[in-house]
């Protein structure tokens, strides 16, 4: 059974500040990792993926992949009121449909 | 393109009867994800199909889900009878490649009542 594991938070940051999802995943043939944001009543939108060691940045968001450690990140500069939202995790294992974590709810507080 | 499609938006309906969700799928993608989210269980993988055709519904919970893709631009998710803990958001998403990126619809927001 492959799993995707986050804490659910909530993750409370002041505005400007660096927030930190985390997420860890079973299945170590992994292969490709996707951030997805999730406004309250909305549905999932993918902000960033990753799909080799180290880290990759987009603006604001660095995502970090150690797959040694099957150890997946994304941190978020400069938080805003904005960045607010559910941030879940999905992994890949080859040609098969993602598979989501529960998702980490994250408050940016002004 | 308009992204893919959901209907109805929000459905209620009585313990008991049928319902019927719809999707269309971003056009020229080769896969189709039914998803079910709640609080407690997160998102969670219904059935997809790959060229219209089912290969995995492990994830349908009871006989009381089916779901059909007749061709390539339409799918059903039917639940009969519905119950009061089949309430939740399901979404529909299409990708091309099965373990690329998933986009989303709007999502149903079912409330048995």
């Known amino acids: 059974q492959k799993e995707v594991e986050q804490n659910s938070g909530p993750l409370s940051v002041p505005e400007g500040a660096i927030a930190s999802l985390n997420c860890t995943y079973s299945?170590?043939?992994?292969?490709?990792f996707f951030w997805y944001r999730q406004y309250s009543g909305k549905s999932p939108e993918l902000i960033m993926f990753i799909y080799s060691n180290g880290d990759k940045e987009d603006g604001r968001f660095t995502a970090q992949l150690n797959k040694a450690s099957q150890y997946v990140s994304l941190l978020i500069r400069d938080s805003q009121p904005s960045d607010s939202a559910t941030y879940l995790c999905?992994?890949?294992?080859?040609?098969?449909?993602?598979?989501f974590g529960k998702g980490t709810r994250l408050s940016v507080i002004a | 393109d308009a992204g893919v499609i959901q209907s109805p938006r929000h459905e209620v309906t009585e313990m008991g009867q049928e319902v019927t969700l719809r999707c269309k799928p971003i056009s020229g993608h080769d896969y189709l994800f039914w998803y079910r989210q709640t609080m407690m269980r997160g998102l969670e993988l219904l059935i997809y199909?790959?060229?219209?055709?089912?290969?995995?519904d492990s994830g349908m919970p009871e006989d009381r889900f089916s779901a059909k893709m007749p061709n390539a631009s339409f799918s059903t998710l039917k639940i009969q009878p519905s119950e009061p803990r089949d309430s939740a958001v399901y979404f529909c998403?299409?990708?091309f490649g099965g373990g690329t990126e998933a986009f989303f619809g709007q999502g149903t927001r079912l409330t048995v009542v």
């Open positions: 199909f790959n060229n219209n055709v089912p290969i995995d």
């Open positions: 999905a992994v890949d294992s080859g040609n098969t449909p993602l598979v």
């Open positions: 998403a299409s990708s």
């Open positions: 299945d170590r043939g992994s292969q490709s």
